[in-house]
């Protein structure tokens, strides 16, 4: 089992930085891949960015064209933690943001989400 705590949602207004950590913890023996996906209200879920973990200098990560430029993913081994950072935030990147991690067991995790309402 994995668990994941996401933290580092808020209110912003545009224009604003927030940087959302994801820490994973639990019987795990490596994860492979880790990332973020969110959803607005009355949306379906949709992806944010990906990382792969043996990449956390961010060489293999992917990125919605809708955050191209503005959102950065990022990771750290040692602390199976994997981080957000999100800048140039616009009213309708507000959503709740799901931390999903890919296990080497091929299971997939989601945290419970972390809210971030950006509005002035």
């Known amino acids: 089992q994995v668990q994941l705590v996401e933290s580092g949602g808020g209110l912003v207004q545009p224009g604003g930085s927030l940087r959302l950590s994801c820490a994973a913890s639990?019987?795990?023996?490596?994860?492979?891949?880790m990332g973020w996906y969110r959803q607005a209200p009355g949306k379906e879920r949709e992806l944010v960015a990906t990382?792969?973990?043996?990449?956390?200098?961010?060489?293999?990560?992917n990125y919605a064209d809708s955050v191209k430029g503005r959102f950065t993913i990022s990771g750290d081994n040692a602390r199976n933690t994997v981080y957000l950072q999100m800048n140039n935030l616009k009213p309708e990147d507000t959503a709740v943001y799901y931390c999903?991690?890919?296990?080497?067991?091929?299971?997939?995790?989601w945290g419970k989400g972390t809210l971030v309402t950006v509005s002035s």
């Open positions: 999903k991690v890919l296990a080497a067991n091929g299971m997939a995790y």
């Open positions: 639990g019987s795990f023996f490596r994860l492979n891949a």
């Open positions: 990382i792969l973990s043996g990449s956390f200098s961010g060489s293999l990560s």
